[in-house]
């Protein structure tokens, strides 16, 4: 379960923060559709970032042996290119989450904690007259 969660971390992280229950003085506003789509878009933007990271120290790395300016100057231009690719990755699903998000979004929902499992019912006794 935890390499699903790892592996389909986009997925399963907003649906999560979308549903779980809220603590004493938490709003969650706009609906469920709006709030995964939300939490869709930021945890996107931070596995992009991450991705992006990493992507540029591969690169780096290759990078450094090389010898002629033709070389450099190849890499180069691969890696813009890589840039782009992946800002084209990031960019699309985000931006389609974000307007699909706008679309769905009912301000008139309010969900007030605690909720679930947080929520106490009430066990104080009740008198009978």
């Known amino acids: 379960m935890g390499l699903g969660t790892l592996l389909l971390a986009f997925v399963i992280v907003p649906v999560y923060f979308a549903s779980r229950p809220l603590r004493g003085g938490e709003t969650r506003e706009g609906g469920t559709a ?67 998000g706008f679309i769905l979004r009912k301000s008139s929902v309010v969900e007030r904690g605690p909720t679930g499992p947080l929520a106490v019912p009430d066990t104080s006794p009740v008198a009978v007259a």
């Open 34 to 100: 709006w709030n995964v789509l939300r939490n869709f878009a930021i945890t996107w933007t931070l596995i992009m970032a991450v991705v992006t990271v990493m992507s540029l120290f591969s690169a780096a790395d290759a990078v450094g042996p090389l010898q002629s300016d033709a070389e450099k100057a190849g890499a180069g231009i691969g890696m813009m290119l890589g840039m782009m690719i992946l800002g084209a990755f990031w960019f699309f699903p985000m931006v389609g989450a974000v307007v699909l």
